[in-house]
């Protein structure tokens, strides 16, 4: 496999083309944005632990017969993916209440959703990421109603296998976003990232942030507290 020019850069990712048509790389890099790209610095060594962080629990995934995009790693800061015909809507599940559920809908921050929501924003940081639903997004032609029930369906699949995962190691996922696209064959796919940039991690005695909050928040110690995270569930990071 041979790395080709660079298709697009993100915030945080780069994507590039490879000699195959259907897989791409993804470089994770240092840089780290927040309120939609309003704050932004450099951390060192973010890049890897997201990369690994990633690989980890895309296997994780795959194990559990949820199909990604994740083919394997290629250094500390860079993996092979499928390419994915991305959906520009963002899946998040809630299993307690925080962030911006809490702003919306003044539910207190802690608050035990019993079942776990579900929701969708549109990938639009020029118009802050705004919330949409199923509705909107078949109109406006972003997912058919079958491809939206699909990702739904996979979105509360990974929270079963992610919620026992952390649980068992002393730690509650409380949210977590989800990007989903289409592959070759035309099947919905696990795309994008699952790290602590994207989710939000508490831990189960003290309640610690050990997520990107600690980067919003200016609560300092962010890569070291995602390092934590990715040890206390067996990581070891290059
Ligand atoms: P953002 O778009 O939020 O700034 P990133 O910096 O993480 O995010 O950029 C990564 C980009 O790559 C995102 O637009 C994401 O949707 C896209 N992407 C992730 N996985 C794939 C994939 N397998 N195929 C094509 N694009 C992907
Ligand atoms: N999230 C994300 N990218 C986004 C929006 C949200 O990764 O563009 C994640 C966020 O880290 C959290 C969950 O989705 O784990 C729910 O985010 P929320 O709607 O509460 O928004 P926020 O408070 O992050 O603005």
């Known amino acids: 496999m041979e790395k080709r020019e660079e298709l697009y850069a993100g915030k945080a990712k780069s994507v590039f083309r490879t000699d195959d048509p259907d897989l791409f790389v993804l470089v994770f890099r240092d840089d780290t944005s927040a309120f939609d790209g309003e704050k932004m610095e450099q951390l060192a060594r973010k890049g890897r632990v997201n990369n690994q962080f990633n690989a980890f629990i895309m296997e ?66 020029a118009l802050h990421d705004p919330m949409v639903n199923e509705s909107l997004a078949i109109t406006f032609g972003w997912a058919t109603e079958q491809q939206l029930a699909a990702m739904k369906l996979l979105t509360f699949q990974v929270n079963d296998v992610l919620k026992a995962l952390f649980d068992a190691a002393g730690m509650i996922l409380v949210d977590y976003k989800l990007e989903f696209g289409i592959d070759a064959s035309g099947q919905i796919t696990l795309g994008d990232e699952f790290s602590p940039d ?41």
């Open 60 to 125: 994780k995934l795959e194990a559990a017969g949820i199909s990604t995009h994740f083919e394997g790693l290629l250094s500390a800061n860079e993996s092979l993916v499928k390419k994915l015909d991305m959906i520009p809507v963002e899946c998040v599940v809630r299993n307690i209440a925080a962030g911006s559920l809490c702003r919306r809908l003044g539910v207190e921050e802690g608050k035990v959703l019993n079942p776990p929501t579900f929701e969708l924003f549109l990938k639009n940081d």
């Open 198 to 238: 994207g989710c939000r991690i508490w831990d189960k005695e003290t309640r610690k942030k050990m997520d990107k909050d600690r980067f919003r928040q200016g609560l300092g110690s962010v890569i070291e507290t995602y390092e934590e995270v990715g040890q206390r569930l067996g990581i070891s990071f290059d």
